[in-house]
Structures are given as structure tokens and as C-alpha cells.
T-cell receptor, first 108, second 113 residues
């Protein structure tokens, strides 16, 4: 069965404390792995798309990486404004499956 | 370029009432979809469309209807609202399926009493 699992469900970090969010997927014929940021009361905002194992993409304090079974979102020296829910989604041949997200809270 | 727009932002219905959630995109995307987001459940696909005149069911289609008469618009209709349909609804669009990035609207928060 195709599925996407994100861990941890929630994460509290001190400002400047780097960490990683995990997205494990089992999707036949992966065509794209997507990361989104969602702030309370808003729609998901696109961050990255990864297409093949070994690919990496960066944006400010965020870096996304992809292997054949999982993706990581690395957050380096986070700031309070990085607090949000981060969603991962895996796109297959005819569907996109979303994980339940990781709620990230950065303490000042 | 407004991207994906949704109206209304908030709505309260009584059980049995009907309503239409509006969604429009100005990116000339062929693929549009409707999701609902509930606490602890993540985003679940309700219906999707791969182009004007073509729609199909997603994971949780019961109680919802859609149509796609133009590339730009993809309304979601609740025929007889039930408390179980209390949720936040998101519309999304993309160039295609699987490989292409989906762009989301701001959402509609629906409460059914």
C-alpha cells in the first residue's frame, strides 16, 4: 500500500538548534517528492520538489535531501519564524499522497 | 497573478443545507483537486480533475460533487451537509499529476451544525 510517514509528529527546538525532519515513503513509481510549509489558518506553501535519489535543494536555512526510501528536511540554526507545520508528499504515476506533517516550534 | 483563490474563507451551515465552495486558478493548470484537512488525518483527496470536462473521485468523495466546465474553475458542492463534513477545505492546481508541484489556495473553514 502506498503511504507517506513523517516523524516526529512534533518537535520543539531552541533558536539556533539544528535538526532534521524525516519523511519515509512507499510509493510505486515515485515521480516527485514535495515539501510544503503550512502556517496556522493558511494553505500549504510550496518549498521544494526532489525527483531522484541523491538530489538536494536548499533555501535559506532549509535543505531537503532524497534517498530511495526517505527524504529529510534539514533545518540549520532555525529562528522562531521557522515555526510551522512541514508537510511531505510523494507523487506517483496517478496520485499524490501526503504525510500528516511535523509541527515544528522554535523557542526564542 | 493571483494563483489559486477560494471563497468563502469561512462558512457555517446547518445539517441538510447545501452549498458550493468556489475555486479558481489563473495559471492555466490542467490538474485541479480538492482536499479536506482534519486534525490528525492530514490532507485527504476528495475529487480531482485532469482537465475541463473530466473529473474523478479521490479517497473521500462521498457527500461531495464536482464539475469542471472551464480550465480556471473547479467548484465543490455539498448536496446535504452533515456534521462529519466540518473541516478545512483546500483547492490545489498543478500542470499535471505525480511530478508537478501543486499550488494551494488559502482554504475554506466549514462548520456544519
Amino acid at each position: 500500500e502506498d503511504q507517506v510517514t513523517q516523524s516526529p509528529e512534533a518537535l520543539r527546538l531552541q533558536e539556533g538548534e539544528s535538526s532534521s525532519l524525516n519523511c519515509s515513503y512507499t510509493v510505486s513509481g515515485l515521480r516527485g517528492l514535495f515539501w510544503y510549509r503550512q502556517d496556522p489558518g493558511k494553505g500549504p506553501e510550496f518549498l521544494f520538489t526532489l525527483y531522484s535519489a541523491g538530489e538536494e535543494k536548499e533555501k535559506e536555512r532549509l535543505k531537503a535531501t532524497l534517498t530511495k526510501k526517505e527524504s529529510f528536511l534539514h533545518i540549520t540554526a532555525p529562528k522562531p519564524e521557522d515555526s510551522a507545520t512541514y508537510l511531505c508528499a510523494a507523487g506517483g504515476d496517478d496520485k499524490i499522497i501526503f504525510g500528516k506533517g511535523t509541527r515544528l516550534h522554535i523557542l526564542p | 497573478n493571483a494563483g489559486v483563490t477560494q471563497t468563502p474563507k469561512f462558512q457555517v451551515l446547518k445539517t441538510g443545507q447545501s452549498m458550493t465552495l468556489q475555486c479558481a486558478q489563473d495559471m492555466n493548470h490542467e490538474y485541479m483537486s480538492w482536499y479536506r484537512q482534519d486534525p490528525g488525518m492530514g490532507l485527504r483527496l476528495i475529487h480531482y480533475s485532469v482537465g475541463a470536462g473530466i473529473t474523478d473521485q479521490g479517497e473521500v468523495p462521498n457527500g461531495y460533487n464536482v464539475s469542471r466546465s472551464t480550465t480556471e474553475d473547479f467548484p465543490l458542492r455539498l448536496l446535504s451537509a452533515a456534521p462529519s463534513q466540518t473541516s478545512v477545505y483546500f483547492c490545489a492546481s498543478s500542470s499535471g499529476q505525480g511530478r508537478d508541484t501543486q499550488y494551494f489556495g488559502p482554504g475554506t473553514r466549514l462548520t456544519v451544525l
